[in-house]
């Protein structure tokens, strides 16, 4: 199993500022992921974080506007850049071990 | 692209009645996975199926895999109020991780 912490757990900002997300698994996983949920939505999937190399991102989703870090096994890092209201969401870290296992979310609201 | 769909997307049952949420898949799934997210928290696993036509049992609950592996059923028997939450299924892409599908919102009236 794993237990993934998240920080901050919540942010409000104002727009056009930025705001990193940290993700820490207290396991080695094989692979993590970065996923955003709207209230009341389901997950959607931003990118795969790649240890040691560039993220995988899905269509929609662009490194200039969400850079991803994975220095190591259990450690990774979302931006989220410029922000506008748009970005206003749940942001969740997720790894894969076994089963795959989900961070309690970075709830950020952007003004 | 890959679409994962569930029927229905909200339900409300008084507590002690049955629930089902049906998951269909636009493609063959290797597998599908189960998830529930109580109100406020994130996804939690519940299970994962992988043979044609499998059936697999959690104490009241019920999954099964369609024989075409494009589908899947959740069945929660005798619903309790700790069942409240969105049961999500999930599929993996050939990227190798996990595409959501839509969930089904459960509320449970005491």
């Known amino acids: 199993s794993a237990v993934i912490s998240q920080k901050p757990s919540r942010d409000i900002c104002q727009r056009g500022t930025s705001l990193t997300i940290q993700c820490q698994v207290d396991s080695q996983v094989t692979m993590m992921f970065w996923y955003r949920q709207q209230p009341g939505q389901s997950l959607t999937l931003i990118a795969t974080?790649?240890?040691?190399?560039?993220?995988?991102?899905e269509s929609g989703f662009v490194i200039d506007k969400f850079p991803i870090s994975r220095p190591n096994l259990t450690f990774s890092t979302l931006t989220v850049s410029n922000m506008s209201p748009e970005d206003s969401s749940i942001y969740l870290c997720s790894g894969r071990v076994d089963t795959q296992y989900f961070g309690p979310g970075t709830r950020l609201t952007v003004l | 692209g890959q679409q994962v769909m569930q029927i229905p997307q909200y339900q409300h049952v008084q507590e002690g009645e049955d629930f089902t949420t049906y998951c269909n898949s636009s493609?063959?799934?290797?597998?599908i996975q189960w998830y529930k997210q109580r109100p406020g928290g994130h996804p939690v696993f519940l299970i994962q199926?992988?043979?044609?036509?499998e059936v697999k049992k959690q104490k009241r609950l019920t999954f099964q895999f369609g024989e075409a592996k494009k589908n899947s059923s959740l069945h929660i028997t005798a619903t309790q109020t700790t069942d409240v939450g969105t049961y999500f299924c999930a599929g993996p892409t050939g990227a190798n991780n996990l595409f959501f599908g839509t969930g089904t919102r459960l509320t449970v009236i005491p």
């Open positions: 199926l992988v043979k044609s036509g």
């Open positions: 493609t063959t799934l290797s597998n």
């Open positions: 974080a790649n240890q040691g190399s560039e993220a995988t991102y």
